[in-house]
């Protein structure tokens, strides 16, 4: 069964960058859609971004100027960075898969089916 | 991209049902199929419900079921428990190939 684990700072000073990884067990993480989702305190979500295992990504228009998302499939795992960060990036930070590509179907499907526990991110001086 | 539109709130009695609505726009919820719900308990990570618009994963009780016309998809839940109380969420793929999320609606058991 698939798990996600989220790790990385739960401080973050203002203007700098906020990084986190995503470690992918008991599955490989080729052949999926991975995304990074946010939720601020007492807010709703809201999605970051999401890279495919080959490396290609796409991004949330409102935080593109900001966010990399990257990919190490050797290492399963892929990463977020979120650059000149401000409290307003105070949120639980989640990873999760996030789409496939059936070949016989021909068709993908995007949904985020697995996710992993959450991390809190405070940025503050 | 702008959320999608979900009531704050809805409420019900053990055994009733209810149904939360999700508007977007022909670019999101109206393109395609790819509308996913999600339960949010207090303190917990979102859990998948219901894909492609009425699919259940397996282990969802069939008491959640999915619809969509138009731009508007819903989320019913019939027989309402006390295990149902959660914050819920709806998701679209969009025409831009990213994902947006809908506002949310907190689901009260009366």
């Known amino acids: 069964q698939v798990q996600l684990q989220e790790s990385g700072p739960g401080l973050v000073k203002p203007s700098e960058t906020l990084s986190l990884t995503c470690t992918v067990s008991?599955?490989?993480?080729?052949?999926?859609?991975w995304s990074w989702i946010r939720q601020p305190p007492g807010k709703g979500l809201e999605w970051i971004g999401y890279i495919y295992y080959s490396g290609s990504t796409n991004y949330n228009p409102s935080l593109k100027s900001r966010v990399t998302i990257s990919v190490d499939t050797s290492k399963n795992q892929f990463s977020l960075k979120l650059s000149s960060v401000t409290a307003a990036d105070t949120a639980v930070y989640y990873c999760?898969?996030?789409?496939?590509?059936?070949?016989?179907?021909?068709?993908?499907?995007?949904?985020?089916?697995?996710w992993g526990k959450g991390t809190t991110v405070t940025v503050s001086s | 991209q702008s959320a999608l539109t979900q009531p704050p709130s809805v409420s019900g009695s053990p055994g009733q049902s209810v149904t939360i609505s999700c508007t977007g726009t022909?670019?999101?919820?109206?393109?395609?199929?790819?509308v996913s719900w999600y339960q949010q308990p207090p303190g917990t990570a979102p859990k998948l419900m219901i894909y492609?618009?009425?699919n259940r994963p397996s282990g969802v009780p069939d008491r959640f079921s999915g619809s969509k016309s138009g731009n508007t998809a819903s989320l019913t839940i019939s027989g309402l428990q006390a295990e149902d109380e959660a914050d819920y969420y709806c998701?679209?793929?969009?025409?831009?190939?990213?994902?947006?999320f809908g506002t949310g609606t907190k689901v009260t058991v009366l």
């Open positions: 999760a898969r996030s789409g496939y590509f059936i070949p016989r179907e021909g068709y993908y499907y995007y949904y985020m089916d697995v």
């Open positions: 008991g599955g490989s993480i080729s052949s999926y859609y």
């Open positions: 492609e618009v009425s």
């Open positions: 022909s670019s999101d919820v109206g393109s395609y199929n790819r």
């Open positions: 998701s679209s793929y969009t025409s831009s190939s990213t994902y947006v």
